[in-house]
């Protein structure tokens, strides 16, 4: 399987954004061995406009309510990539190929307002060993999942900042949304134990068991999840199609059971300058904007996807449209984006509804200036509209927006 820390995200964005190089240092130890130290540091900043209004869209709503007032609100904060240190060390015994990862991400900044939080998040986001050889490679241990794993790759807001998160001010701490619940569900790097083809060919096939995770009442998960990615290259260009099952239970030796599932997939089109992204999902149960975790999972009330007791499970589904263009011999690459993710109501919603099926679209346009200063650094131009509705318009509420411009570095080592 292809190696995926976040900082090789960004190297590889194969959206036409302008390559960074990795300067990275590399020791060669006796026993054969080699270690490797490479990262990133990234800062943005970022002001927010919401819309005033004091609506609540639920289920699945991300761009909240700001009150009659909707001040904005300036910030100094990490953008959707996180701020890496990955250690690797490599070697070969006999015709085993073996390795280990880590990779720490701390942040820049703590939540809004806060002088003296003393320290920023560190998240220890990878831990894994790789085992290979001419039959392919496993993987065991934390890492980003394959379920709609080339949708966030392929995301130009991997760069810049995207939507900055549940608030519209942006008040919470971490990285940026980007357009995780814009236009896909975020994989989240999770425990796992994954096959893959032999790399270096143009398609290649990784199937994995993860550990499954709690699902509305459904908690009782006796079986792993299976998430599986198929990619095939051609030339600069590439498709890829993902899929997702977890079955879980209620506990305690009460009847019911939920299967969660879903597909993904999407091309990328590269010539002459210009990249062309088209991807999307559809899923039951996955949620809309972190998979299986928090908004819009499951259930027939609330306002953050939980369960009434039904356990009914909510369809949800996204897309991306995206275009780049790098002039030749430039250093600057020019970048647009639209994409939406919908979260539906539950059948038991519905019936409660008299039938009347509605959904919540969460929607973001990003544009965004690439410029490559120097081998190692970015320069970062954003500007971002989101917003949040329900569909059909409930009488008295209009849609969250807000307008976030960013401007940041990026410096990879």
């Known amino acids: 399987m292809k190696r995926i820390a976040p900082l090789c995200m960004a190297l590889a964005l194969a959206a036409g954004v302008a390559s960074t190089a990795q300067a990275q240092l590399t020791m060669q130890m006796t026993n054969g061995w080699s270690f490797t130290f490479s990262g990133n540091v990234n800062a943005f900043f970022t002001y927010e406009k919401p819309s005033s209004n004091t609506n609540t869209i639920t289920p699945g709503g991300i761009v909240g309510p700001q009150g009659a007032s909707a001040d904005g609100a300036s910030r100094i904060r990490t953008g959707l990539l996180p701020a890496f240190a990955v250690f690797d060390a490599k070697g070969k015994e006999g015709n085993t190929d073996l390795g280990v990862h880590f990779g720490f991400a701390p942040q820049v900044n703590c939540a809004a307002g806060v002088h003296d939080c003393f320290g920023a998040q560190i998240d220890m986001r990878q831990v894994y060993l790789t085992v290979g050889g001419t039959w392919g490679q496993i993987l065991a241990g934390r890492e980003l999942g394959l379920y709609g794993r080339e949708n966030i790759l392929t995301d130009q807001t991997l760069f810049g900042i995207g939507a900055t998160g549940g608030s519209a001010t942006g008040t919470g ?241």
């Open 173 to 413: 701490a971490g990285t940026t949304l980007g357009r995780i619940g814009f236009g896909y569900i975020y994989p989240n790097f999770v425990a796992q134990m994954t096959y893959s083809t032999p790399a270096g060919r143009p398609g290649q096939l990784s199937i994995g068991l993860f550990e499954a995770a709690a699902n509305g009442v459904y908690t009782k998960t006796e079986t792993p999840r299976v998430e599986t990615e198929l990619t095939y290259n051609i030339g600069k260009s590439m498709v890829w199609l993902g899929g997702l099952v977890q079955n879980t239970k209620i506990p305690g030796g009460a009847s019911g059971s939920a299967t969660a599932w879903g597909g993904s997939g999407g091309v990328r089109l590269s010539s002459a300058g210009f990249g062309l992204v088209g991807s999307g999902y559809y899923g039951k149960g996955l949620g809309t904007t972190l998979l299986f975790d928090g908004t819009g999972v499951t259930g027939t009330g609330g306002t953050d996807g939980g369960t009434d007791g039904s356990g009914s499970l909510r369809r949800s589904y996204g897309f991306i449209g995206q275009i780049t263009y790098s002039p030749p011999s430039s250093k600057v690459t020019i970048a647009g984006s639209y994409g939406s993710s919908y979260l539906k109501t539950s059948s038991d919603e519905e019936a409660a509804a008299g039938g009347t099926s509605s959904h919540t679209e969460n929607t973001l346009i990003s544009g965004g200036l690439y410029y490559q200063a120097t081998k190692s650094l970015k320069v970062v131009a954003e500007g971002n509209y989101a917003w949040t509705k329900a569909s059909p318009t409930v009488a008295g509420v209009v849609k969250n927006k807000t307008f976030a411009p960013a401007l940041g570095f990026m410096l990879f080592f």
